[in-house]
């Protein structure tokens, strides 16, 4: 969405509001298995003493999976984003830095670019997620799994000293 701000682009105190609904596609991930509705931004662009400030509340309700265990479950995202908009952006050191496109900005693609950045690396159902044995695949949430320890290959050798020792 490109929002006009020739409006407060000279005038410092004023500002523009703005809503808006992000690319659900833009915003795809691994782990994610779908969104809710849609993914939503509510904010104000306002010109503090000549800079540009993008505001932006973002709502989406999402399902994800569980990195542990696999599991499909519930994520709500409602993170607050601020940015600064500004004409010569490229030259910019701070990520939080976006440019203007001439009199305007398109701020969808500033906020999606703020949620991408923001987005979790990994998702738990909970944290404390025992995943899955890596012998048969059991969820281990839900009880063990009944496989026996795995040897170390580096110590079969001395297993097999102990058994000898416990024949005697």
């Known amino acids: 969405m490109i929002l006009d ?3 407060i682009i000279e005038v410092p105190g004023r500002s523009v509001s703005f809503r808006c609904e992000l ?8 782990g994610l298995v779908a969104f809710a509705g849609p993914v939503t931004a509510e904010g104000t662009v306002k010109n503090a003493a000549g800079v540009l400030e993008l505001t932006a509340d973002v709502r989406a309700d999402m399902t994800v999976l569980c990195d542990r ?5 519930e994520k709500r995202l409602a993170p607050r984003y601020t940015a600064t908009l500004q004409a010569d952006a490229e030259d910019a050191d701070s ?3 976006f440019p203007l496109e001439g009199d305007g900005a398109d701020v969808s693609d500033v906020i999606e670019t703020c949620l991408i950045l923001d987005m979790d690396q ?4 909970r944290d404390d997620c025992k ?3 890596p012998v048969c695949g059991k969820d281990l949430n839900d009880g063990p799994c009944g496989c026996k ?3 170390d290959p ?9 058994d000898d020792i416990q024949e005697v």
């Open 122 to 125: 990994k998702f738990l159902c």
């Open 5 to 7: 701000l020739h409006e």
């Open 154 to 162: 580096r110590m079969a050798a001395l297993g097999q000293l102990l």
């Open 23 to 30: 690319d659900r596609e833009r915003l795809a991930f691994p």
């Open 149 to 151: 320890k795995q040897i």
């Open 131 to 133: 995943g899955l044995c």
């Open 95 to 97: 990520e939080n830095v």
């Open 69 to 73: 265990c696999g599991r499909p479950f």
